[in-house]
């Protein structure tokens, strides 16, 4: 779920086409273990906008995605609330084939939806393939929306909308957003009470006409050739081409958000804005991040050592958790402190001083620095997420060692600067919880 994006991702259980080959070299020499060097990621931009980024990994089985870039970002305060009904109506009617024919058409070919997950076997992927990128094409781009289709959607709009109320985290990030921004990045990934019943299918068209242009997708695979993504690209996304407009550039305001109730555990987000995304500034807070992050996702009395974060770490023995925060965006940032504390001592919530003479000599950054951006990736889908957020946002592929080159070039300085800017800037404040205690954003 993203502010930025949807998507839709199909697992396969085996491979799309070009498996032959890779695997026919893989059993014949005496050796089963011959494994294939994965391939560089290969990206291209069709004429029509879409971005192609795959990575062949021999793996036996494939991944695919569709990246849109029409996020609840995109949503205007005629429509908000969109965004999450198309998430919920992935699965339903489209041109074509009818709600229950998708199932049982992605089922079929051994595929898996996201947001419906079903696992059968395999049998003739060869013969189906393209049917099944119909379906997840289909499914992305021609839904019917059919009205009581959509209207059927409300209880579960509120079903998800009551899950989401539980989560303190959900609620003080939700918050954040809306209170740090004036526009686009303020909406809520979750559909406003007034919204709830009223965004008809006609709105949901409209949005997808509107906003699902190629030049706004990416088509995203791996273990899949990128010759083969690149026609599946020609032949089945080539709709509505056209770069649409980009949307309006998020306005920072800061502010302040308060939610009261008689939790004791008190959830508090103070943040500034930090920087755009994929701007060296950025690098620079992600390292810091990091370093706080380091020091600081422990209990309160057990990092009393860190002399990074002296304002917040008192020593005491109450359950005082901090982790530093960050949300990085196409036009814009928040970087800040999230704790998780006792509404008793909740007051104590304040924004660390940073020293620059404290910042962790260089053996220890460099590694910070290395380490960072190759955890996410261990993951196949971690990666294909990755793989499709790069390539909507920039329309190209950093790889993890190139990040880490231009990791190494964030010196001690910038990271310092990252960190003033953080102290001195404009802040926002979310907070959940027995508030009497918690102090107000200009008290901090
Ligand atoms: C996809 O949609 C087209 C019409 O837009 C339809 O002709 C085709 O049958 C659909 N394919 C599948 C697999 O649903
Ligand atoms: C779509 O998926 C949801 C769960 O993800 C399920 O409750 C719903 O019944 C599905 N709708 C159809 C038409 O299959
Ligand atoms: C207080 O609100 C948060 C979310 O805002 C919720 O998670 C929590 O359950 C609520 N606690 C009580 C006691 O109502
Ligand atoms: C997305 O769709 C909505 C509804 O049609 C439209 O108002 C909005 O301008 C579109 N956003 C962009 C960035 O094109
Ligand atoms: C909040 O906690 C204080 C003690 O710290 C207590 O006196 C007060 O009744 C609590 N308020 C609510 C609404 O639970
Ligand atoms: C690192 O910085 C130097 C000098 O500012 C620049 O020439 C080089 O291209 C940078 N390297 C990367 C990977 O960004
Ligand atoms: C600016 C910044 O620090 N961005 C990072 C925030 O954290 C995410 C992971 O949660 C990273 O992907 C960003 O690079």
Redesign the pocket.
């Known amino acids: 779920m993203s502010r930025l994006s949807m998507f839709s991702v199909l697992f396969f259980q085996t491979r799309l086409y070009a498996a032959q080959a890779a695997r026919k070299v893989e059993f014949t020499g005496a050796a089963e273990h011959v494994k294939f060097q994965p391939q560089d990621v290969q990206v291209t931009r069709l004429p029509s906008g879409l971005v192609i980024a795959s990575m062949e990994n021999y793996s036996p089985a494939s991944k695919i995605g569709v990246f849109i870039k029409a996020g609840c970002r995109y949503e205007t305060p005629e429509n908000q609330g969109v965004t999450h009904l198309l998430r919920l109506a992935s699965n339903l009617t489209t041109k074509g084939a009818s709600a229950f024919k998708i199932c049982r058409g992605v089922e079929a070919v051994g595929g898996s939806l996201r947001s419906v997950t079903f696992s059968t076997s395999f049998h003739t992927l060869f013969v189906c393939s393209d049917t099944v990128m119909e379906y997840l094409i289909n499914v992305t781009t021609a839904q019917e929306f059919r009205p009581w289709e959509v209207s059927d959607l409300t209880p579960r709009v509120k079903m998800d909308k009551a899950m989401a109320a539980q989560s303190d985290q959900i609620g003080v990030i939700e918050g954040l957003h809306g209170a740090a921004y004036k526009n686009a990045l303020c909406n809520s990934l979750y559909c406003p009470n007034h919204m709830v019943g009223n965004i008809q299918s006609e709105d949901l068209h409209q949005f997808v006409q509107n906003n699902f242009t190629s030049a706004r997708m990416a088509l995203v695979g791996l273990g899949v050739d990128h010759t083969v993504l690149k026609q599946v690209g020609e032949q089945f996304l080539n709709i509505r081409s056209g770069a649409g407009s980009t949307g309006a550039t998020s306005q920072y305001r800061g502010g302040e958000v308060r939610f009261p109730n008689t939790s004791s555990m008190v959830h508090a987000a103070v943040v500034s804005q930090?920087?755009a995304?994929g701007s060296s500034?950025?690098?620079a807070?992600?390292?810091?991040?990091h370093l706080l992050g380091a020091g600081l996702h422990v209990k309160r009395g057990s990092c009393a050592s860190s002399k990074l974060v002296q304002g917040v770490t008192k020593a005491t023995a109450d359950p005082f958790d901090v982790s530093a925060f960050?949300?990085?965006y196409s036009d814009s940032?928040l970087?800040g402190v999230y704790t998780i504390s006792q509404a008793a001592v909740a007051g104590d919530v304040s924004i660390p001083q940073f020293r620059h003479e404290s910042i962790p000599h260089h053996k220890l950054f460099n590694k910070l620095k290395a380490g960072h951006?190759l955890m996410?990736l261990e993951t196949s889908e971690g990666f294909l997420e990755?793989m499709g957020t790069q390539a909507l946002a920039e329309g190209t592929y950093c790889s993890p060692e190139e990040i880490s080159k231009k990791i190494d070039n964030v010196s001690l300085t910038d990271v310092a600067n990252a960190a003033k800017k953080f102290v001195s800037g404009k802040k926002t404040m979310a907070s959940s919880g027995n508030l009497s205690k918690t102090p107000f954003v200009d008290e901090i």
């Open positions: 930090s920087a995304a500034e950025a690098l807070f992600s390292v810091l991040q960050n949300a990085s940032g970087f951006f996410s990755a």
